[in-house]
Protein backbone atom coordinates (compact mmCIF):
# COMPACT_ATOMS: atom_id res chain seq x y z
CA UNK A 1 0.00 0.00 0.00
CA UNK A 2 2.98 2.11 1.55
CA UNK A 3 6.13 1.37 -1.24
CA UNK A 4 9.09 1.72 0.85
CA UNK A 5 10.80 3.10 -1.80
CA UNK A 6 9.29 6.41 -1.17
CA UNK A 7 9.77 6.75 2.45
CA UNK A 8 13.12 9.24 2.07
CA UNK A 9 10.07 11.52 -0.40
CA UNK A 10 8.62 11.91 2.60
CA UNK A 11 8.96 15.05 5.59
CA UNK A 12 9.15 12.71 8.83
CA UNK A 13 7.41 14.40 11.96
CA UNK A 14 9.22 14.07 15.25
CA UNK A 15 8.45 13.21 18.94
CA UNK A 16 10.78 13.71 21.72
CA UNK A 17 13.76 13.66 19.50
CA UNK A 18 12.55 10.05 17.78
CA UNK A 19 11.22 10.40 14.25
CA UNK A 20 7.73 9.02 13.84
CA UNK A 21 5.05 8.43 10.96
CA UNK A 22 5.69 10.74 8.08
CA UNK A 23 3.50 14.46 7.78
CA UNK A 24 1.21 12.39 4.97
CA UNK A 25 0.67 9.03 3.11
CA UNK A 26 0.96 8.98 -0.51
CA UNK A 27 -0.97 5.44 -0.83
CA UNK A 28 -0.70 3.53 -4.58
CA UNK A 29 -4.37 2.77 -4.15
CA UNK A 30 -7.20 5.57 -3.62
CA UNK A 31 -8.17 4.70 -0.17
CA UNK A 32 -11.00 5.78 0.22
CA UNK A 33 -12.56 3.94 -2.49
CA UNK A 34 -11.70 0.48 -0.23
CA UNK A 35 -12.57 1.96 3.05
CA UNK A 36 -15.82 3.93 1.76
CA UNK A 37 -16.31 7.08 3.53
CA UNK A 38 -19.46 9.46 4.96
CA UNK A 39 -20.21 12.78 6.42
CA UNK A 40 -21.30 16.18 5.97
CA UNK A 41 -20.17 19.33 5.40
CA UNK A 42 -21.26 23.08 4.54
CA UNK A 43 -23.76 22.76 2.13
CA UNK A 44 -21.96 19.29 0.93
CA UNK A 45 -22.96 15.47 2.12
CA UNK A 46 -20.95 12.04 0.39
CA UNK A 47 -21.63 8.64 1.10
CA UNK A 48 -18.75 6.26 -0.80
CA UNK A 49 -19.36 2.54 -0.07
CA UNK A 50 -16.29 0.21 0.73
CA UNK A 51 -15.14 -1.16 -2.72
CA UNK A 52 -12.97 -4.60 -3.15
CA UNK A 53 -9.32 -3.80 -3.04
CA UNK A 54 -8.58 -6.20 -6.13
CA UNK A 55 -11.19 -4.66 -8.30
CA UNK A 56 -9.78 -1.32 -7.56
CA UNK A 57 -6.11 -2.49 -8.23
CA UNK A 58 -7.25 -3.69 -11.78
CA UNK A 59 -9.21 -0.31 -12.41
CA UNK A 60 -5.72 1.65 -12.02
CA UNK A 61 -4.20 -0.69 -14.38
CA UNK A 62 -6.55 -0.42 -16.77
CA UNK A 63 -6.33 3.68 -16.48
CA UNK A 64 -2.57 2.90 -16.48
CA UNK A 65 -2.83 0.87 -19.66
CA UNK A 66 -4.85 3.67 -20.90
CA UNK A 67 -7.92 1.77 -20.72
CA UNK A 68 -11.39 2.93 -19.32
CA UNK A 69 -12.03 1.86 -16.02
CA UNK A 70 -14.66 -1.11 -14.96
CA UNK A 71 -17.79 0.09 -12.66
CA UNK A 72 -17.20 -0.76 -9.09
CA UNK A 73 -19.77 -2.82 -7.09
CA UNK A 74 -19.92 -1.87 -3.50
CA UNK A 75 -18.27 -4.91 -1.25
CA UNK A 76 -17.91 -5.44 2.40
CA UNK A 77 -16.15 -8.21 3.67
CA UNK A 78 -17.93 -10.79 5.63
CA UNK A 79 -21.64 -9.31 4.35
CA UNK A 80 -23.50 -12.26 3.58
CA UNK A 81 -26.22 -10.65 1.53
CA UNK A 82 -25.50 -9.73 -2.01
CA UNK A 83 -24.91 -6.27 -4.05
CA UNK A 84 -26.08 -6.04 -7.45
CA UNK A 85 -25.08 -3.18 -9.55
CA UNK A 86 -27.65 -0.76 -11.04
CA UNK A 87 -25.45 0.57 -13.95
CA UNK A 88 -22.70 3.48 -12.87
CA UNK A 89 -22.93 4.40 -9.62
CA UNK A 90 -25.72 2.90 -8.43
CA UNK A 91 -26.19 -0.74 -6.72
CA UNK A 92 -28.76 -2.57 -4.53
CA UNK A 93 -27.81 -4.36 -1.51
CA UNK A 94 -30.16 -7.68 -0.21
CA UNK A 95 -28.92 -8.15 3.19
CA UNK A 96 -30.20 -11.49 5.78
CA UNK A 97 -33.19 -11.24 7.62
CA UNK A 98 -34.46 -13.54 10.15
CA UNK A 99 -38.06 -13.62 11.96
CA UNK A 100 -37.21 -14.49 15.39
CA UNK A 101 -39.86 -16.26 17.95
CA UNK A 102 -40.64 -13.48 19.59
CA UNK A 103 -41.87 -11.68 16.43
CA UNK A 104 -39.36 -9.46 16.11
CA UNK A 105 -36.85 -9.23 13.22
CA UNK A 106 -33.61 -9.20 12.79
CA UNK A 107 -31.00 -8.24 10.58
CA UNK A 108 -27.99 -7.28 9.23
CA UNK A 109 -27.44 -4.33 6.63
CA UNK A 110 -24.46 -3.89 4.90
CA UNK A 111 -22.20 -0.96 6.39
CA UNK A 112 -22.83 -2.64 9.88
CA UNK A 113 -20.94 -4.98 11.92
CA UNK A 114 -23.50 -5.58 14.34
CA UNK A 115 -27.38 -6.91 14.25
CA UNK A 116 -30.03 -4.97 14.99
CA UNK A 117 -33.95 -5.92 16.05
CA UNK A 118 -37.06 -4.42 15.17
CA UNK A 119 -40.54 -5.57 16.68
CA UNK A 120 -42.99 -5.40 13.44
CA UNK A 121 -45.94 -7.07 15.30
CA UNK A 122 -48.62 -7.35 12.19
CA UNK A 123 -52.08 -8.01 13.02
CA UNK A 124 -52.91 -12.19 12.33
CA UNK A 125 -55.72 -10.58 10.45
CA UNK A 126 -53.77 -8.26 8.28
CA UNK A 127 -54.44 -8.71 3.88
CA UNK A 128 -51.30 -6.61 3.61
CA UNK A 129 -47.65 -8.51 3.72
CA UNK A 130 -45.14 -5.93 5.38
CA UNK A 131 -42.38 -4.74 2.89
CA UNK A 132 -39.14 -3.73 4.72
CA UNK A 133 -36.86 -1.08 2.55
CA UNK A 134 -33.91 -0.61 4.07
CA UNK A 135 -31.43 2.69 2.35
Not at 59 to 78: Q, S
Not at 82 to 108: H, N, P
Request: with cysteine; proline share 7%.
Amino acid sequence: MYPEADDALFKRNYDDNRMVEPTHYCPIVPMVLVNGSSGIGTGWSTNIPNHNIRDCIKNIRRMIEGKEPLDLVPFYEGYRGTIESLGTARAVSFGEIALLESGKIQMIPSQSFSEFSADLSWPERSFCRPNLILF
